[in-house]
């Protein structure tokens, strides 16, 4: 980006595009979230698969391991918080977690 006289101008190639492909495991008990989610990420060319219930991302993660990228968690769920959960993947999978 560069300021050209009191107007912002997006300057980059292709470089600056989001990594398409990107297999994303999405899990959050509102199911308005995760609509909105998947709809943003599906968007951007990734990959989006989503569960309202930590035990069954769990269960694709323990079956799938390599077909996922990438876990984006809520934090605030009933059944497991997003934090126990992230523990588990990380002592189980190389998996990143956002």
Known sequence: ????????????????????????????????????AKVGLTKFGYNVTTTRDPYAALKLLRNNNMNYDIVITDFQMPQMDGFKLMEIIGLEMDIPVI
């Open 1 to 36: 980006m560069k300021d050209d006289g009191g107007q912002i101008v997006v300057v980059g190639g292709s470089d600056d595009r989001f990594p398409e492909g990107l297999r994303v495991l999405v899990i959050d008990d509102d199911p308005t979230c995760l609509h909105i």
